[in-house]
């Protein structure tokens, strides 16, 4: 296999340029087209890697591709899922070339989409390519790539309840998250849930002159910073009755294993130009934005806030807040104890509405699952025999969640980007050895995979 | 002197509606030359009430008008302050007669200025020609009419520096304020001064991601939130060191007869649409808004503010606090104890700056002194024996601190007004009432001055 890669390489890289070069920006109406001819050539590689079957659905937004090669109906089988829309590219101005004119520098490709996710689910298709043209296709392969995940993927779940039967698979396997570092391959296997909301507090009718009324009348401002201020204690524990009820307790083993993934703390602080860190007592970074649950107010607002000064007491405040979960908190328990807390803690002087936005649960990988001991072998053979480090991003794909109600079956986020790489951002890049690099580590996880699974 | 006012008291009204058809709003470069004429209409009606001078005065803004009546040297002099500016009108629609075309509905005059301050300013014209014209005149008057109020009086304080002779006097005589109501007249007695600031915390360089950075970096609306929190304990008293250092108490018998003022806690909850007031722990709303400092948010922001979610962890949060003071606390040294305060309760995760915006000192008149007695016997005699009632306001006028720092002369704020007279709103107004009582009481507050004087 890894001769083929190697003889097809340059075509691999012109054929993920082609793809690239079409700017199927999904939150964008004015490349509706684009959308739709990027689906069509998604459709069309994946004929030519092989498979038996490829379609378009339609949805009520953008497309999903869908194909398959069944070899063997009691043979296991993957689903893999990616999609072909890409983040808007503006500003265009800090491209140092253009957005949609892929261009190799310093052995990176240089392009939105380059890493998310086109160069990353084309890498499944090569894969594909690969293990047919080389007959070491080891089980049945089924593939989704949708074109709405940076819109929120509104039309998927509607697409994966009506289409069961047809997406049935034993795993589903996703690039579109990083590993540490080119010589310090990871696995993702924890995703933290979402719980996100807006509170609104009110005091007088009106807006009040802070000179006449200051003193008497509740500042709603005031009220929401010590209700928000209320709800973590000096050590940074969250103080809402029950919130930490269902989260799974790591064993000791655990932690160390994650903590063994290279962190800089110098480095970590350096780049966000901050003197300290501050989290919860008891836990170390890794630990605090993979495994442990938070609360972040990620906006605020009330009262004048134009130039100059106004003295109002002002009759409104409104914060948006949001509570990363882990396992196993439920993101619509925790809304309902947020919710009933912050009504509880209100004092009289005041009105408090608490306003749903959206939410997901948590997701985590057991590490001694069959399907991520396929993709540490995977990892492991393609790295020379180094073990690859579990990890846990601390973000939410709130799909991946999606799967594992709708199909029953869990998720390996197998990703090969970097942090560099600067998804969404201007100047997006992949690294062309992450991008070989998968190429020769997908086959190796079916290899596995059908192994263990026998 | 009833009988002179009662043979003009129509002349008297369509005079002061000649004033009010000029609008004169300092706010707006487009009624500048309505300002130098509304200038000029005052400087002729203080020649025509019988002063021995009166002109006017230059400034880098809106000119000053001056005029004086000086009747003996040895005999103390009244200095008399207003403004002849107004607030800008918008939004007309909103009016019910147009505001510069006066007119009258139900025993009152709707016209913007008719209350705020040119109604207010001009019972003391009509006054002075009352006892100029009845020869019952019995001591000295300077009348100082300012048209930069509503913007700030940026060059009173220049212009009352450089004519500190020409001002010179024994007490000054405001009416720009209110009384309780048409059968309970008050005299303000105390403003309460102002420290207004804007804070700054900042957590890391840029905003992130709230998944991936969320629980292991300090998120500065939270920290916001906690220092803000933490500047109040319990009993809504301030924490700041120092801070109550140099608030004078007041003696039980002052307390008692400052809540004799009649308050009805549930109409002013009602007109509210509060369910609870809150404030310092021990006193009453009377004292809450009168003799007690407050702290109180203004306005805050930060993060995302727009519609939806944004899973952001920013960078920034803002408030605008402002501290109302009462005596003999010094707006320059509470910027400063709360400046190092702030500094000091700022985790090492965040960096804080502190920006002052403005301030002012409070002010009060001992109701013991002269200057308040000959006000309140003046009252006492035109609403036929009913003893006013000394009130605190809340608010801030900084132009009377200015006064008694610049000119070391106390002030009387013996306003005519009442609370429904919409100052800065549509529909302003002032009673016809209220008007002809200020022309009557001002010249019981000239004798009664004299006389306890000498």
């Not at 500003?91 to 949609?100: D, N, S, V």
């Not at 846990?392 to 998720?411: D, N, T, W």
């Amino acid at each position: 296999m890894k001769t083929y890669i190697e003889q097809n390489k340059d075509r691999f890289l012109s054929e993920l340029f082609d793809l690239l070069r079409i700017p199927s920006v999904s939150a964008d109406p004015k490349f509706k087209g684009d959308m739709r001819r990027c689906a069509e050539a998604v459709k069309e590689s994946i004929l030519k890697a092989g498979a038996d079957l490829a379609e378009i659905h339609e949805t009520p937004g953008h497309p999903v591709v869908y194909g398959e090669k069944i070899i063997d109906p009691a043979l296991p089988t993957v689903l893999i899922y990616g999609h072909y829309d890409v983040q808007p590219a503006d500003p265009y101005e800090l491209w140092e070339t253009p957005p949609f004119e892929p261009t190799i520098r310093n052995e990176r490709i240089y392009a939105r989409g380059s890493c998310d996710d086109k160069g990353q689910f084309y890498m499944h298709i090569k894969a594909l390519e690969t293990m047919v043209a080389t007959g070491s296709l080891t089980c049945n392969v089924k593939i989704m790539i949708e074109g709405e995940e940076e819109v929120g993927s509104d039309h998927l779940g509607t697409f994966v309840r009506e289409n069961k039967e047809k997406l049935k698979a034993d795993v589903i396997l996703i690039s579109d998250t990083s590993i540490i570092a080119n010589d310090v391959p990871s696995i993702e296997v924890g995703l933290r849930g979402l719980t996100y909301l807006e509170v609104e507090v009110t005091g007088a009718n009106r807006d009040l002159h802070s000179g006449v009324y200051g003193g008497a009348v509740a500042n709603p401002i005031n009220v929401l910073c010590e209700m928000i201020a209320s709800m973590k204690d000096e050590n940074n524990h969250i103080t809402i009755p029950g919130f930490y009820d269902k989260v799974q307790e790591l064993s000791a083993e655990e932690r160390s294993l994650m903590n063994e993934a290279p962190f800089d703390l110098d480095e970590y602080k350096r780049d966000l130009a901050i003197d300290e860190l501050e989290g919860e007592t008891g836990y170390t970074t890794i630990e605090r934005t993979g495994i442990r649950p938070t609360l972040d107010v990620n906006g605020i607002w009330g009262g004048y806030t134009g130039e100059g000064a106004k003295t109002v007491l002002p009759s409104k405040a409104y914060a948006k807040i949001s509570m990363r979960l882990v396992p196993d908190q439920n993101n619509d328990e925790i809304l309902d104890i947020f919710t009933k807390h912050f009504l509880s803690i209100a004092p009289p002087s005041v009105k408090v509405v608490v306003k749903p936005h959206h939410g997901g649960l948590p997701y985590v990988t057991p590490v001694d699952s069959v399907e991520y001991k396929a993709a540490e072998l995977a990892m492991k053979e393609a790295w020379g025999g180094k073990q690859p480090v579990p990890t846990r991003g601390g973000g939410s794909i709130p799909i991946v969640a999606l799967f594992e109600q709708e199909l029953g079956v869990k998720s390996i986020l197998m990703g090969f980007g970097l942090d560099i790489d600067a998804l969404h951002s201007p100047n997006e890049s992949y690294g062309l050895f992450n991008f070989y690099k998968g190429i020769e580590t997908i086959p190796l996880f079916f290899k596995y995979y059908t192994k263990l699974k026998k």
